[in-house]
């Protein structure tokens, strides 16, 4: 059965290292002298103290993780630290319902970036940091930040964590050592906020605005201090900056550790998840461009500028905004909604299905059209070269399968709650796959989550956690199987 001592001990530990990000909240609201720092210190204590007992039920705990309680540790991981994160905004009153609390913090650790605040301009400088704080941690993983800063606390079961966090069909290693590959990994992650900050700050934002639109960018989370996100500083330099940011987000990160540290730029040329990811920001920015300039009137420059921002924020699951697109052409909302769908390169701080299944998928079926011709040939299928394992491939179908039935069921039920057809669909495949902003004129990018019903809001908090987490490592925890003592 499940080792409850161990998951006790190993949140009581995370829950500690949220607090140590709620004081730092607290910090934030002391220096400009703000009315929410007693919610961050009611906060901090009583989430230490959660976590402190915690550690004490578990103080006896054999450190022995099985697969079966790193499903459950990191579901649980995610729920715990969103319920524990809204915390700050109902204190401060910032949010008045549990509900709305929740789906906000759920939206942020998840990156998906939907918010049912409306007007974020109001809010202290510690919130809106808050909010962004929880995008960055949750970009990579909860728990793989864990076992880079403090591997011991996960052991040997540190593979199984990262098995069932990570993002992606196939998880490549940088270093025998689990931990040491995730050092590096967010080596990079930290480098590539940094850099974006000094971008946007060198842009024209000050400091603080450069710190959190950084954050919200290479964790393409997508929450931003000003209502209207980019398009606040009407900045071409600051736009294409924000490109730059959410395109390198969207690569995956060991390939990128290489291409920068290692100097092996062209590795990422030979990458056939790379060339799909190039391949479709270029066809989907050309076609956009083409209908802004003959539909729209939009220039030459605006028209591009327009359409790659788009296109990279809805890719990358990002959901940062420089224009409304709720204004476009109805087909620029068929293609960006695909981008939604297809999502970035696995291993990266992206959602959505991942190029790499894609590419999997495209293979499968060029296979599939050659053996009608010839049945009895053995054709493999090969991703840069290396064969892919039949059961990698089942559990493609198996993926495929679910998360397109999960878009449908949830759409149905948003359907019968009064939600027009697009929005339903839009609303569900953005949270699924943790991208935020929907593609409709009431919920468009300059949107109203706080609209939805509370109980769809619960809906799309439990398609952002399944989402972000793969869908398979928050399901089993239905199956009976996962549950027997054998």
């Known amino acids: 059965m499940v080792n409850f001592p161990l ?39 009583f989430t230490f103290s959660c976590g402190f007992i915690l550690k004490f039920l578990g103080r006896n705990a054999t450190n022995n993780l099985s697969r079966r309680d790193a499903y459950m540790l990191v579901t649980l991981t995610w729920t715990i630290f969103s319920l524990f994160g809204m915390i700050p905004f109902l204190i401060g009153g910032y949010i008045d319902n549990v509900t709305d609390a929740f789906f906000e913090t759920m939206s942020g650790f998840t990156t998906t970036g939907a918010t049912v605040i409306d007007d974020v301009e109001w809010m202290p400088h510690a919130i809106l940091f808050w909010r962004t704080q929880t995008q960055w941690i949750g970009a990579l993983g909860i728990v793989f930040f864990t076992i880079a800063i403090l591997p011991s606390m996960v052991g040997s079961g540190s593979v199984k964590v990262f098995a069932a966090e990570a993002t992606g069909p196939i998880r490549s290693k940088m270093h025998p050592r689990l931990s040491t590959t995730a050092k590096w990994i967010w080596s990079v992650y930290s480098g590539l906020t940094i850099a974006c900050i000094l971008s946007f700050y060198i842009g024209g934002m000050n400091l603080f605005d450069s710190i959190n639109y950084a954050m919200t960018t290479t964790a393409t989370g997508g929450f931003a201090p000003h209502n209207d996100s980019t398009a606040f500083f009407q900045s071409p330099t600051i736009e294409y900056t924000a490109i730059v940011f959410q395109f390198l987000a969207g690569i995956n990160f060991t390939m990128l550790y290489l291409a920068v540290f290692r100097l092996r730029v062209a590795n990422l040329f030979k990458s056939s998840e790379f060339k799909l990811y190039l391949f479709v920001i270029t066809v989907a920015t050309a076609w956009i461009m083409y209908l802004l300039m003959s539909r729209n009137g939009y220039g030459l420059e605006r028209a591009f500028r327009s359409s790659l921002f788009q296109v990279v924020s809805f ?28 999502g970035a390169c696995s291993g990266s701080t992206t959602g ?23 049945p009895n040939a053995v054709i493999p299928v090969k ?33 019968v709650a009064d939600i027009d057809n697009t929005n339903a669909v839009t609303i569900a495949l953005s949270c699924i796959s943790n991208v ?3 593609l409709d004129n009431q919920i468009g990018p300059e949107m109203a989550w706080s609209q939805l019903p509370d109980f769809i809001k619960w809906i799309c908090s439990f398609l952002m956690l399944v989402g972000r987490l793969e869908i398979m490592s928050v399901l089993v925890l239905f199956t009976r199987g996962f549950w027997k003592d054998n």
């Open 7 to 45: 998951i006790y001990k190993i949140i009581g530990s995370l829950l500690l290292l949220l607090g140590v990000m709620l004081a730092c909240c607290s910090g934030i609201s002391l220096y400009y002298m703000e009315d929410d720092m007693m919610a961050f210190l009611l906060s901090t204590l």
């Open 315 to 342: 890719m990358t699951t990002t959901g940062l905004f420089n224009d409304d697109v709720a204004l476009w052409p109805h087909i620029t909302w068929v293609i960006l909604g695909t981008l939604m769908f297809l």
């Open 352 to 374: 959505g299905f991942k190029c790499i299944r894609g590419v999997m998928i495209m293979k499968v079926l060029r296979n599939e059209f050659h053996k009608l011709l010839h």
């Open 383 to 415: 991703i840069n070269g290396q064969p892919v394992a039949q059961q990698k491939l089942n559990s493609l179908l198996a993926f495929f399968a679910i998360f397109t039935m999960m878009v449908i069921l949830s759409a149905t039920v948003m359907i």
């Open 436 to 438: 935020g902003p929907s």
